[in-house]
């Protein structure tokens, strides 16, 4: 089992940064693919970055060169640092977790309850 839970957002203007936290507990999720994944009012779940057991890193075309995903292991904790943020980055944020490497598909079997981004023009 792993239990997430993210913190960090909150309400910027455009261009602004925010740093979204997950920290995880649980028993050996070191070793576990991890993933920022937001939905919108009315949309579909879309996978953000995603983080796999070797430390690479995979985004969504939408937010490459704005988004950073990295991991601390000794704080367990997942980070996603997201800088020039637009309106349509607004949503609820989730962090995953599984042993499997779903990637950038809404396919994990763990899911924290989410915080809110929400970006003004």
């Known amino acids: 089992q792993v239990q997430l839970v993210e913190s960090g957002g909150g309400s910027v203007q455009t261009g602004g940064s925010l740093r979204l936290s997950c920290a995880a507990s649980?028993?050996?999720?070191?070793?576990?693919?991890m993933a920022w994944f937001r939905q919108a009012p009315g949309k579909e779940r879309e996978g953000v970055a995603a983080l796999d057991s070797d430390g690479g890193t995979y985004y969504a075309n939408s937010v490459k060169g704005r988004f950073t995903i990295s991991k601390d292991n000794d704080k367990n904790t997942l980070y996603l640092q997201m800088n020039s943020l637009k309106p349509e980055d607004t949503a609820m944020y989730y962090c995953?977790?599984?042993?499997?490497?779903?990637?950038?598909?809404?396919?994990?079997?763990?899911w924290g309850q989410g915080t809110q981004v929400t970006v003004s023009s």
């Open positions: 649980g028993d050996t999720w070191t070793n576990s693919y």
């Open positions: 995953a977790a599984d042993r499997r490497g779903w990637l950038l598909m809404p396919l994990y079997n763990y």
